[in-house]
């Protein structure tokens, strides 16, 4: 089993991209293209439409970045942000708690941010040509 993991450890990054990359292009998908929802700029009438439009085109466009692996980081921390929104604007009046629509899987979602940008991109990866290797 030992020997397993230790095969599987350069592919942890790799692993953390494609879960986070999913997850928010669905979310994003759906902001953009969802019915009436304008291109992003009306899924939340409680919202400004610009910051819907961040925020849907963000969780998108962030999404298919991390999961092919280019800008990796940087979009990363683009989600940190959409999630601290998130927390602050919705879910943390509820508490820590999913099951009180509380900021529960936004921290989750965060902390899989954080470890990307501390981990790097992992293999199978666009880098970008102006990142030299730093990405």
Avoid: D
């Amino acid at each position: 089993m030992n020997e397993c993991c230790e095969k599987l450890k350069p592919y942890a990054s790799l692993f953390l991209r494609i879960g986070l990359g999913v997850i928010f292009i669905y979310h994003g998908f759906g902001k953009v293209f969802g019915a009436g929802t304008s291109l992003g700029t009306a899924w939340n009438p409680s919202l400004p439409t610009v910051i819907q439009t961040l925020v849907a085109w963000g969780e998108f466009v962030g999404g298919l970045a991390i999961l092919l692996g280019f800008l990796t980081r940087k979009a990363a921390v683009g989600i940190i942000i959409i999630m601290l929104g998130a927390i602050f604007t919705v879910h943390g009046k509820n508490g820590f708690s999913l099951m009180n629509h509380g900021f529960e899987y936004n921290f989750a979602l965060i902390m899989m941010c954080l470890a990307l940008i501390a981990g790097g991109t992992g293999p199978l990866s666009i880098s970008c040509p102006c990142s030299k290797g730093k990405e």
